[in-house]
């Protein structure tokens, strides 16, 4: 997961408190991955301001605790690498125990490129020149890690009848770009998955969604030695607005969606929102193309839900 970073020490103060409060979660308990910093920060501070109970979920605890300091609300921190199923268990139990419950799983830990080479956006990375350990430790943490922690949750939300799971991937540009693997790719999955869930899950009152800042983020994931001006990034606390609607009941029965977060505006009323920043997760009209001519299935109707 992402260090934290000083330079987010004053979050809080642009999470737009007139528009979080909009929203009551003050009967929700949601679990941040990633809370420690960056996007998994932002969402935090803005749920916890908006009344629910947060448990922070990194292994960064120095992080964390910035976070703690931040937040307005309820955040209880637990150190968990999320690439363990042990500790993802036990995170998922702990947070039922301590929090009394669980309703939203959010999932937000993840590493990117610069832990393959500091460098890489002026040192391009080749696939065939990435260290094979560097690029499997990444592939855990956001692919492996989301499986590990939406495995251990489901369970819970399914036997309740109601529940969400929110997986940040990342554009499709980036999914695909040369010099930018395994991020990319490791998004792409994902991405596909959280269609997949979103299926697995339908008719039992979870649903899965995909959450995106809409463009590379003024987070630590960006170093600050990159060429990107800062200020033309998109701002973490863009994310908590729609992180709050998708923990909440107003988003029943969204599901299989992907949202822009940069182009949800908290003052307009939420079925603009779904229009102008939702569209169909992983991007079925591509699997509609492709499956033109192909033997239709059945598979999955006779399962028991």
Known sequence: MAAASADYSNMNIKTGSKNMAKRDLSNKVVIVTGAGS?????????LSESGAKVAGVDVNIDGMRETSDLASGSFTPIKTDITSVSDADNAISTTIKDLGGLHVLINCAGLGMPTLRVDYWNNRL????????????LMDVNVRGAFLMARAAAPYLVEQKWGRIVNVTTSMNTMIRGGNMPY???KASLEAAS??????????????NVLVPGGAADTPMVPHESPYE???????????????????????GINSMRFLARNWNPDVPDADNIESAGSPAAWPDLADAASVGQPATVHGKDIPR
């Open 38 to 46: 960056g996007l998994g920060r932002a969402m935090t501070l803005a």
């Open 126 to 137: 080749y696939f065939w020149e990435a260290d094979p350990d560097k690029w499997q430790r």
């Open 184 to 186: 990319g790719q490791s």
């Open 195 to 208: 269609n997949a869930w979103a299926d697995d899950l339908k008719d039992t009152g979870v649903t899965c």
């Open 230 to 252: 800062r200020e033309n990034l998109v701002q973490p606390v863009v994310m908590g607005p729609p992180a709050c609607w998708l923990a909440s009941d107003d988003s029943n």
